[in-house]
């Protein structure tokens, strides 16, 4: 499974956004090719329930796991299963998040065997909210906090990339999805079309398939035939 996307923003501004303090020490940087197990910001809330700028390593390892190896292949959680899976149940409960993005990335293998990356973010530049789970893992005597990113069946456009996407929350439901508890299928419902509608579906450089590749022009418009989407690789 493939695993990309971008966030270009700093701690203040991210801080700023999501009105949180920051306890990253400057250690938010520009990203437009993160993969699983990066350190990437996200904002989730303290015991005294402030918002609070973090960064966590994608991939989540539930705090009783051994070893951290399998943390690539738990970068998302599935929106159908959160709540009852062993591994991420606790988290969805009781430790809640959202993960800042500029977009994301997603393969389509067009006709001839080419992949071609496609793009999606808000046509209007602003900041997307993934809704996110974390735990902190303990290895020898050091905190490791960890996440996931819930998906959900793709709706509108993006379902003729794949059938999956990331579970995005609007402004209006940040409050309610960082607070414990709440009603499971409020929580886990996409978002409304139209809100959906603002998004850019950018055909972009096959470069971002190189995880050693970074910088803002791995998101650039670039030619394709939009027409022959269909597609059988994914990313959330």
Same mark, same amino acid.
């Given at each position: ?8 923003r ?5 801080s ?55 943390a690539?292949?738990?970068i ?10 062993r ?6 409960a009781r430790r ?7 977009? *994301?990335?997603?393969?389509?293998r ?6 071609q ?13 993934f ?10 005597g ?12 793709a ?8 059938d ?5 929350l609007?402004?209006?439901? *940040?409050?309610s *999805? ?9 929580l886990?419902?996409?978002p ?9 579906v950018r ?6 398939g ?27």
């Amino acid at each position: 499974m493939c695993g990309r996307y971008a966030t270009s923003r700093s701690a203040g501004d991210l801080s700023a956004l999501f009105e949180s303090s920051d306890e990253t020490g400057a250690g938010v940087g520009p990203d437009f090719n993160v993969a699983p197990t990066d350190p990437v910001p996200l904002i989730r809330l303290t015991p005294e329930g402030h918002r609070v700028l973090s960064v966590g390593r994608w991939g989540l390892i539930p705090h009783w796991s051994r070893t951290a190896a399998g943390a690539a292949r738990m970068i998302n959680a599935r929106a159908e299963t959160v709540a009852t899976s062993r591994a991420y149940a606790p988290s969805f409960a009781r430790r809640r998040c959202l993960v800042p993005a500029d977009g *994301w990335y997603e393969w389509v293998r067009e006709p001839g065997g080419r992949r071609q990356p496609y793009y999606m973010t808000p046509a209007d530049g602003s900041v997307l909210a993934f809704a996110g789970i974390w735990s902190v893992w303990e290895s020898a005597g050091r905190d490791l906090l960890t996440f996931s990113v819930l998906t959900t069946a793709a709706v509108g456009e993006l379902a003729e990339v794949h059938d999956r996407m990331p579970l995005l929350l609007p402004r209006e439901r *940040w409050a309610s *999805w960082l607070a414990p508890g709440g009603e499971t299928g409020a929580l886990l419902a996409p978002p409304a079309p139209e809100w959906l509608a603002g998004l850019e579906v950018r055909p972009v450089s096959p470069a971002v398939g190189d995880v050693r590749n970074d910088g803002p022009e791995l998101t650039a418009r670039v030619p394709a035939r939009r027409e022959e989407i269909g597609s059988e690789m994914t990313l959330f």
